[in-house]
């Protein structure tokens, strides 16, 4: 992301000197899809994912438990379905050897490669967490849930 922020400053700098390195733009579109399909999962993981629950809140543990077990459930079915419809995008651009619209003319299979490969961790890391959380729910273990799946500290 930094090398994207600053090839696109000195993009724009040079742009007052008419010239112009050319495809900041893609490749900063590139580093934003990647960047945010891995960053997904790795915000799961620090517990940062924006949540509201106000009844939540209200709840006793072992309805908390649930709520979060219907959250992360919510979640692992989401990042699922997404990292599903993604390998579709993927294959036809290896089928076709797909190239962007553009003149770096980037072969498509490998931003897309290291996109689908961010979802397909999103997927496998929240499946993960929403076995376990599931797994302690049915055990009565609403502490383990809370540590798992739970809003901890910022509650």
């Not at 696109?8 to 899809?33: C, K, N, P, W």
């Not at 980037?106 to 076995?131: E, H, N, Y």
């Amino acid at each position: 992301m930094l090398l994207s922020v600053c090839s696109t400053l000195f993009d724009i700098v040079a742009r007052q000197f008419h010239l112009s390195l050319g495809g900041t733009d893609e490749l900063s579109g590139y580093a934003m899809a990647i960047a945010t399909s891995w960053g997904v999962a790795y915000t799961l993981i620090d517990k940062a994912h924006v949540r509201i629950d106000i009844i939540r809140s209200k709840a006793n543990t072992g309805a908390r438990a649930v709520f979060d077990c219907i959250s992360i459930t919510a979640l692992a079915g989401t990042a699922l379905f997404i990292a599903v419809k993604a390998w579709p995008v993927l294959e036809k651009s290896i089928r076709f050897n797909s190239t962007a619209n553009t003149t770096m003319e980037t072969p498509l299979w490998i931003p897309q490669s290291l996109w689908l490969m961010g979802w397909g961790w999103f997927a496998f890391t929240s499946s993960i967490l929403a076995v376990g959380a599931l797994w302690s729910l049915i055990r009565r273990d609403f502490d383990a849930v809370e540590t798992a799946v739970g809003m901890g500290e910022n509650e």
